[in-house]
């Protein structure tokens, strides 16, 4: 009984603080409209604020305590609502939240970056080691102070949101901001607001909760997952019940972590009570959802193009991918190849999320999870090489991934977007973990009790045995894998996704089945991540859990969005950037660099869903793509480039900024040659490249050439009108 009433006091104090988070994220959302999924990263560097004045610069606590959660938070939630969320008005809600994922990663990298992971720094309690008896138990005082703040919280909140004209005002704008301006509402200083008293929030459940978990950057960070399940149960609306959800969620917390020991065998393996109690009570709540209705067409600033591919164009991608490839594997040395290695497979990892986010706009977070899977069955079924793994790697991932969209066939936007995200983090914090069992007389052991030895593919005999071989071999799966993308927006398949994406309940009027469509696509999009896992555990040869973090799936989510993810050329920069060393070689000490860097880029292009590589490289390269002697100009430069460095007239350093030169600048040249009256009489009558229609009036004028190109587009060459029609 005892141990009884300490779990629960326990789990009460968890509760709280789990309270005070998701009471924050319903806040900022009730008031916004925006899911703020830097919720947890924001009271993580508050907690390490809090120890830099409490600790690094001896400040008595209450100053340091109310220094950040009074002053420096709200200071900080205001300006990223001012510098950052203010300017995303009008699009999506999907962009928003892969903004609220930028904020998460650049926080995280500067949290590592200012405060090294390597060094311990503990974090008392508030008045440590004093009591209260309750009940014939200890009650720290601590526990009492999480309690105490969580009832002032929610009383507040509640009395601010039903009971004041500012929350009246802060309601209003989330329902139509446009007329709530008309009754004499400022919006913008509403949604300031909002994230002010959010960062707060936030950053006092960090503070009161570092002391439990230690001061760890990723676990502080994903606390916030542990709160997404109260947020939910309260319909992210509903404070009462989110306080609900979260007294329900601190309470099984503890008492599954208390008798964890007494627990059956099966009950551990199954279900994971140590790691995943949230997760799982966010998957049900989730499914408690009520069915989102069909969407229809909504009006945004910005809307995202996904032109469609030519088949010469597709083919000439692969193809230099694969010439590319060859020709580098060739000039870089030995010590790099082990990293560069594993560009493929996280480009094939990224090529999955096109179809699926890109074509259909379905949010997926787990793209990695379905990667590890991949990984998983290439180890097991991959003995000797056998090629027939990979077979499996693609249809075990695919059968999985047809299970995990059952949800999207009810939930749409943040909540699908939730609910991959949880099966992200149960998959590498349980799933993958299970250790060695037996069960009917087979022995299971899916992780190979946390390590995997992966064979490279064996073909026709062949055994990819140096790494140089599978960084070629990863070309050609790239190539193949960018092929089939391709040939999916290609198809009549590619244009119901473009349809679905556009609205639901349009592609229902017109006889589509959207359920269908997004069954099949998550099933085609987990197939290809699979894939890519299996490919990318035969570069890593041998790896346990860490690359499969979900963390690092958000990165590569990130990239792509930076990228564009409706352009195969984003999937090779996210190959490229992620695996490659030379952030790491220009900047050794700078560890957290590309994780910062990726974050502010997203920060800033989130703006923009098309992307940098279709807005300002592709639409450069497209007046080349009509030039063949332009082409085959700069083909040749880069080939002459390349033979120097083979024959040592330049050094690596040199080879790789003067190849690069040549890709930037060859766009510029051609544009100022076409310039000349003679090459503008040439083009007068030139096509523009099929990719380029679709920007017609965007980055194209209205021109005789732009009019020629689409009549031929839409099969309207050969008709001609008479000037008596016209009359």
Same mark, same amino acid.
């Given at each position: 009984?005892?141990?009884?009433?300490?779990?629960?006091?326990?789990?009460?104090?968890?509760?709280?603080?789990?309270?005070?988070?998701?009471?924050?994220?319903?806040?900022?959302?009730?008031?916004?409209?925006?899911?703020?999924?830097?919720?947890?990263?924001?009271?993580?560097?508050?907690?390490?604020?809090?120890?830099?004045?409490?600790?690094?610069?001896?400040?008595?606590?209450?100053?340091?305590?109310?220094?950040?959660?009074?002053?420096?938070?709200?200071?900080?939630?205001?300006?990223?609502?001012?510098?950052?969320?203010?300017?995303?008005?009008?699009?999506?809600?999907?962009?928003?939240?892969?903004?609220?994922? !930028?904020?998460?990663?650049?926080?995280?990298?500067?949290?590592?970056?200012?405060?090294?992971?390597?060094?311990?720094?503990?974090?008392?309690?508030?008045?440590?080691?004093?009591?209260?008896?309750?009940?014939?138990?200890?009650?720290?005082?601590?526990?009492?102070?999480?309690?105490?703040?969580?009832?002032?919280?929610?009383?507040?909140?509640?009395?601010?949101?039903?009971?004041?004209?500012?929350?009246?005002?802060?309601?209003?704008?989330?329902?139509?901001?446009?007329?709530?301006?008309?009754?004499?509402? =400022?919006?913008?200083?509403? !949604?300031?607001?909002?994230?002010?008293?959010?960062?707060?929030?936030?950053?006092?459940?960090?503070?009161?909760?570092?002391?439990?978990?230690?001061?760890?950057?990723?676990?502080?960070?994903?606390?916030?997952?542990?709160?997404?399940?109260?947020?939910?149960?309260?319909?992210? =609306?509903?404070?009462?019940?989110?306080?609900?959800?979260?007294?329900?969620?601190?309470?099984?917390?503890?008492?599954?972590?208390?008798?964890?020991?007494?627990?059956?065998?099966?009950?551990?393996?199954?279900?994971?009570?140590?790691?995943?109690?949230?997760?799982?009570?966010?998957?049900?709540?989730?499914?408690?959802?009520?069915?989102?209705?069909?969407?229809?067409?909504?009006?945004?600033?910005?809307?995202?193009?996904?032109?469609?591919?030519?088949?010469?164009?597709?083919?000439?991608?692969?193809?230099?991918?694969?010439?590319?490839?060859?020709?580098?594997?060739?000039?870089?040395?030995?010590?790099?190849?082990?990293?560069?290695?594993?560009?493929?497979?996280?480009?094939?990892?990224?090529?999955?999320?096109?179809?699926?986010?890109?074509?259909?706009?379905?949010?997926?977070?787990?793209?990695? !999870?379905?990667?590890?899977?991949?990984?998983?069955?290439?180890?097991?079924?991959?003995?000797?090489?056998?090629?027939?793994?990979?077979?499996?790697?693609?249809?075990?991932?695919?059968?999985?991934?047809?299970?995990?969209?059952?949800?999207?066939?009810?939930?749409?936007?943040?909540?699908?977007?939730?609910?991959?995200?949880?099966?992200?983090?149960?998959?590498?914090?349980?799933?993958?973990?299970?250790?060695?069992?037996?069960?009917?007389?087979?022995?299971?052991?899916?992780?190979?009790?946390?390590?995997?030895?992966?064979?490279?593919?064996?073909?026709?005999?062949?055994?990819?045995?140096?790494?140089?071989?599978?960084?070629?071999?990863?070309?050609?799966?790239?190539?193949?894998?960018?092929?089939?993308?391709?040939?999916? =927006?290609?198809?009549?398949?590619?244009?119901?996704?473009?349809?679905?994406?556009?609205?639901?309940?349009?592609?229902?009027?017109?006889?589509?089945?959207?359920?269908?469509?997004?069954?099949?696509?998550?099933?085609?999009?987990?197939?290809?991540?699979?894939?890519?896992?299996?490919?990318?555990?035969?570069?890593?040869?041998?790896?346990?859990?860490?690359?499969?973090?979900?963390?690092?799936?958000?990165?590569?989510?990130?990239?792509?969005?930076?990228?564009?993810?409706?352009?195969?050329?984003?999937?090779?920069?996210?190959?490229?950037?992620?695996?490659?060393?030379?952030?790491?070689?220009?900047?050794?000490?700078?560890?957290?660099?590309?994780?910062?860097?990726?974050?502010?880029?997203?920060?800033?292009?989130?703006?923009?869903?098309?992307?940098?590589?279709?807005?300002?490289?592709?639409?450069?390269?497209?007046?080349?793509?009509?030039?063949?002697?332009?082409?085959?100009?700069?083909?040749?430069?880069?080939?002459?480039?390349?033979?120097?460095?083979?024959?040592?007239?330049?050094?690596?350093?040199?080879?790789?900024?003067?190849?690069?030169?040549?890709?930037?600048?060859?766009?510029?040249?051609?544009?100022?040659?076409?310039?000349? =009256?003679?090459?503008?009489?040439?083009?007068?009558?030139?096509?523009?490249?099929?990719?380029?229609?679709?920007?017609?009036?965007?980055?194209?004028?209205?021109?005789?050439?732009?009019?020629?190109?689409?009549?031929?587009?839409?099969?309207?060459?050969?008709?001609?009108?008479?000037?008596?029609?016209?009359?």
């Amino acid at each position: 009984m005892q141990q009884f009433i300490i779990y629960t006091f326990s789990g009460l104090t968890t509760a709280s603080i789990y309270a005070i988070a998701a009471m924050g994220l319903v806040l900022t959302y009730t008031a916004t409209g925006v899911f703020n999924f830097s919720h947890g990263a924001m009271g993580m560097i508050a907690a390490f604020g809090y120890w830099q004045m409490r600790f690094g610069w001896n400040w008595p606590a209450p100053v340091a305590f109310v220094a950040v959660v009074f002053v420096v938070a709200p200071l900080f939630g205001a300006a990223l609502e001012i510098g950052i969320m203010r300017r995303l008005e009008g699009t999506s809600p999907t962009t928003k939240l892969v903004v609220t994922i !930028s904020i998460l990663l650049s926080l995280l990298g500067l949290g590592a970056w200012v405060w090294d992971p390597q060094v311990s720094r503990p974090l008392r309690r508030f008045f440590e080691g004093d009591k209260v008896k309750v009940l014939g138990t200890g009650l720290p005082y601590h526990q009492l102070i999480a309690l105490g703040f969580a009832v002032v919280v929610a009383v507040g909140l509640r009395v601010l949101l039903y009971r004041s004209r500012i929350g009246v005002a802060m309601r209003a704008c989330v329902d139509d901001r446009s007329l709530a301006a008309l009754n004499g509402v =400022r919006p913008n200083r509403i !949604s300031m607001l909002s994230w002010a008293i959010g960062a707060s929030l936030a950053a006092l459940s960090g503070i009161l909760v570092s002391p439990t978990i230690s001061l760890n950057g990723v676990a502080l960070t994903l606390l916030i997952v542990n709160t997404y399940a109260a947020a939910i149960i309260g319909r992210l =609306r509903n404070l009462p019940m989110t306080f609900v959800g979260a007294l329900i969620l601190g309470l099984a917390n503890d008492y599954s972590r208390g008798y964890a020991d007494r627990l059956p065998i099966a009950v551990k393996f199954l279900g994971g009570p140590l790691v995943s109690t949230s997760i799982i009570v966010l998957f049900f709540a989730l499914l408690w959802l009520p069915q989102s209705r069909l969407r229809g067409i909504s009006m945004a600033r910005i809307r995202e193009s996904s032109p469609r591919p030519s088949r010469g164009g597709a083919l000439g991608f692969a193809g230099a991918v694969i010439a590319g490839t060859i020709m580098v594997s060739l000039v870089i040395p030995k010590t790099n190849m082990i990293s560069v290695s594993r560009t493929w497979g996280i480009g094939i990892i990224a090529l999955s999320m096109i179809p699926l986010i890109g074509y259909a706009g379905q949010i997926s977070l787990c793209q990695l !999870s379905f990667a590890g899977i991949g990984m998983v069955v290439m180890h097991h079924m991959g003995a000797g090489g056998n090629p027939v793994a990979l077979l499996w790697a693609i249809g075990i991932s695919a059968v999985v991934g047809l299970i995990v969209a059952l949800p999207s066939l009810r939930l749409s936007g943040i909540y699908l977007a939730l609910s991959t995200a949880a099966f992200a983090v149960l998959m590498d914090r349980w799933i993958f973990q299970i250790p060695k069992f037996t069960l009917f007389g087979h022995t299971f052991d899916m992780f190979n009790s946390g390590n995997l030895e992966i064979k490279t593919t064996r073909f026709f005999g062949l055994h990819l045995k140096s790494y140089r071989d599978m960084f070629i071999f990863g070309s050609f799966a790239f190539a193949l894998a960018a092929l089939c993308v391709a040939a999916v =927006r290609r198809s009549a398949y590619g244009q119901r996704l473009i349809a679905l994406k556009d609205s639901e309940a349009a592609c229902a009027t017109l006889g589509m089945n959207p359920k269908l469509a997004k069954l099949s696509v998550f099933a085609l999009s987990a197939g290809i991540a699979g894939f890519g896992g299996a490919i990318y555990g035969q570069s890593l040869r041998s790896t346990g859990i860490d690359p499969l973090d979900f963390l690092i799936g958000l990165s590569i989510v990130m990239v792509m969005v930076i990228g564009g993810l409706n352009s195969l050329g984003a999937a090779l920069f996210a190959g490229i950037f992620l695996a490659s060393p030379i952030l790491g070689n220009l900047f050794p000490h700078l560890t957290q660099l590309q994780t910062v860097l990726v974050g502010l880029a997203g920060i800033g292009l989130g703006k923009n869903p098309n992307g940098f590589i279709r807005r300002d490289i592709r639409s450069k390269w497209d007046v080349m793509l009509g030039h063949p002697s332009a082409m085959m100009a700069i083909v040749v430069v880069e080939v002459a480039v390349w033979l120097a460095r083979i024959n040592g007239h330049l050094s690596r350093w040199h080879y790789a900024i003067v190849a690069l030169l040549v890709l930037a600048l060859a766009p510029v040249i051609c544009a100022a040659v076409l310039k000349d =009256r003679t090459a503008a009489k040439a083009t007068i009558t030139a096509p523009l490249p099929s990719s380029s229609v679709d920007w017609i009036g965007l980055t194209h004028p209205f021109d005789d050439q732009a009019v020629a190109s689409l009549d031929r587009s839409l099969g309207l060459d050969h008709f001609t009108i008479s000037p008596s029609v016209g009359q």
